[in-house]
């Protein structure tokens, strides 16, 4: 018969785990159930905007109900719990077709934020903000190709693990020239082949999908950045300004300088 000896650490861990889950028990101090936590973290993944936003602007991290106690302290014990949540937003998108640097980075920067709050309200704010943001992005992923046909998008849509490590090579490449001919080689498939699986499952041609990429990461960079519009069209790979300005009013129905205008202030053009 084997078994494991255990030595002293072991065996005061052992005992201290004993008298917790006893006095859990008596103080029925329970965790909320898988169900309903499994629920919430598929809607952000499903980018369910309504239900995240109703839960998560109504309920404070210290007033949940199932809340595990990882700290005595109470803002430690706030800290952990954002973390936690953090990782099981930014699994669960992956899971549903978030580019996988996209979601750990997203999570990264969301706790480097929250590491500097002082009290439990800022922290519940940035919850709200970071569970807002992931199922904002996974609603526009979802939807991205579907609401341009006029089709339903289906709730649970997830892509295959092939169509995912696209969207992760696309994703890490959006700031330069991305070839078809360059991703079938990176994900070891048939261009043709790639093309057409790449099309059943996100409604969108490889190439309308890197456009819109692309053009979402512009906004951004119009929004928040002072690049010119010749440094931006230079910098995510299009062969010229002016095709940088055609694309951009096709895709969002303004030139790059309305944009601009519109939501970051002074346009900053050559």
Same mark, same amino acid.
């Given at each position: 018969?084997?078994?494991?000896?255990?030595?002293?650490?072991?065996m005061?861990?052992?005992?201290?785990?004993?008298?917790?889950e006893?006095?859990n028990?008596?103080e029925?101090?329970?965790?909320?159930?898988?169900?309903?936590?499994?629920?919430?973290?598929?809607?952000?993944?499903?980018?369910?905007i309504?239900?995240?936003?109703?839960?998560?602007?109504?309920?404070?991290?210290?007033e949940?109900?199932?809340?595990?106690?990882?700290?005595?302290?109470?803002?430690?014990?706030?800290r952990?719990?954002?973390?936690?949540?953090?990782?099981?937003?930014?699994?669960?998108?992956?899971?549903?077709?978030?580019?996988l640097?996209?979601?750990?980075?997203?999570a990264?920067?969301?706790?480097?934020?929250?590491?500097?709050l002082?009290?439990?309200?800022?922290?519940?704010?940035?919850?709200?903000?970071?569970?807002?943001?992931?199922?904002?992005?996974?609603?526009?992923l979802?939807?991205?190709?579907?609401?341009?046909?006029?089709?339903?998008?289906?709730?649970?849509?997830?892509?295959?693990?092939?169509?995912?490590?696209?969207?992760?090579?696309?994703?890490?490449?959006?700031?330069?020239?991305?070839?078809? $001919?360059d991703?079938?080689d990176?994900? +070891?498939?048939?261009?043709?082949?790639?093309?057409? @699986?790449? *099309? =059943?499952?996100? #409604?969108?041609?490889i190439?309308?999908?890197?456009?819109?990429k692309?053009?979402q990461?512009?906004?951004?960079?119009?929004?928040?950045?002072?690049?010119?519009?010749?440094e931006?069209?230079?910098?995510?790979?299009?062969?010229?300004? $002016?095709?940088?300005?055609?694309?951009? +009013?096709?895709?969002?129905?303004?030139?790059p300088? @309305?944009? *601009? =205008?519109?939501? #970051?202030?002074?346009?900053v053009?050559?």
């Amino acid at each position: 018969m084997y078994y494991i000896r255990k030595g002293g650490e072991s065996m005061n861990l052992e005992r201290k785990w004993f008298y917790k889950e006893y006095s859990n028990r008596e103080e029925q101090q329970l965790h909320s159930s898988y169900e309903t936590e499994l629920y919430f973290y598929q809607a952000i993944a499903n980018g369910d905007i309504p239900y995240i936003d109703a839960v998560s602007s109504q309920e404070h991290f210290e007033e949940l109900e199932g809340l595990g106690t990882l700290s005595h302290n109470s803002i430690r014990n706030v800290r952990y719990h954002f973390v936690i949540s953090a990782s099981l937003a930014s699994r669960a998108c992956i899971d549903g077709g978030m580019p996988l640097e996209e979601a750990f980075g997203l999570a990264d920067f969301y706790i480097q934020q929250m590491d500097s709050l002082k009290t439990a309200l800022e922290i519940d704010r940035l919850t709200y903000e970071m569970n807002m943001d992931f199922t904002n992005r996974m609603y526009q992923l979802k939807h991205l190709s579907y609401d341009k046909q006029n089709e339903s998008c289906p709730k649970n849509k997830s892509y295959s693990k092939l169509i995912q490590k696209c969207m992760n090579y696309i994703y890490h490449n959006l700031h330069g020239t991305i070839r078809i $001919s360059d991703l079938a080689d990176h994900v +070891k498939r048939n261009k043709s082949h790639l093309s057409r @699986v790449f *099309k =059943e499952e996100t #409604g969108l041609t490889i190439q309308n999908y890197i456009t819109q990429k692309k053009i979402q990461e512009a906004k951004g960079m119009l929004k928040y950045t002072d690049f010119t519009c010749s440094e931006i069209a230079l910098n995510l790979g299009f062969s010229s300004q $002016s095709h940088f300005t055609k694309v951009f +009013k096709v895709q969002t129905g303004v030139t790059p300088k @309305v944009y *601009k =205008e519109k939501h #970051g202030g002074k346009a900053v053009f050559n």
